[in-house]
């Protein structure tokens, strides 16, 4: 049976470029120590490594009799495939999954829905990293418009910062959905690698971003 390390994921994704250390503005304007950059998750044993971390937290908290695993286009698709495989090769789950379309289909089977058929059944959705919660508000009300239900999230990423209060992204959709949002890797576990393995400097960076921008547990 397979086991998700985040210190292994981290170390990974530092070799492949995908996590980086340094000063990065960020779309909100703050000004952070380090960047994750999912679209670089291009190699085998980083998407290995990914969806064996996505399988063993469904196996966790997921009602696996009837799984339905969810990847929104276009990030999402190769997410949401490797993690199907995954739950079957080592939880001996079979596990249906399914992504969308960023335009409708009009011929052929047509419709903006690829993959299982997700009418009346609960959705585990997967995503990488989730900031504003927006693309994933939009996600739930696509399912919602095909008769599914969210029965929770996993992201790759939990940065753990305050939104537009004392909130995070994830924490609010937790709450206003009333489902699990589960993370892979936190900003925590960022910090304990570079506590372990970086410079003072780093860990004095990180610390101090998460104290002015991070929520409370």
């Known amino acids: 049976m397979s086991s998700f390390n985040p210190q292994q994921f981290i170390e990974v994704a530092l070799k492949n470029n995908v996590l980086r250390f340094g000063s990065f503005t960020l779309k909100s ?3 952070s120590p380090y960047f994750f950059n999912a679209g670089l998750l291009a190699t085998g044993e980083l998407l ?4 064996t971390g996505y399988a063993d937290a469904l196996a966790a908290h997921a ?3 009837d799984l339905v695993v969810f ?3 276009y990030k999402g698709i190769p ?15 079979n596990a249906n999954w399914g992504y969308n379309r960023k335009e409708a ?15 009346g059944k609960s959705v585990w959705v997967i995503d990488d990293v989730m900031t504003a919660g927006t693309a994933m508000r939009e996600v739930v009300a696509l399912l919602d418009k095909a008769g599914a239900k969210v029965a929770g999230i996993i992201v790759a990423l939990d940065r753990k910062e305050k939104g537009q ?9 937790a709450e206003s959905l009333q489902v699990p949002v589960l993370a892979l890797v936190t900003m925590d576990d960022i910090t304990d690698y570079v506590a372990k393995h970086g410079t003072a400097e780093q860990l004095a960076q990180m610390q101090t971003y998460r104290k002015q921008y991070g929520v409370s547990e």
């Open 165 to 173: 209060g004392d909130k995070s992204a994830i924490q609010e959709l």
């Open 71 to 73: 990847g929104a286009a």
């Open 29 to 31: 304007g703050r000004v």
């Open 48 to 51: 290995s490594v990914l969806a």
């Open 105 to 119: 289909k009009d011929h052929g089977e047509g419709g903006m829905l690829v993959g299982a058929d997700l009418s």
């Open 63 to 65: 009602d696996t009799d």
């Open 79 to 93: 997410f949401v495939a490797a993690t199907a495989q995954a739950l079957w090769t080592h939880h001996n789950i």
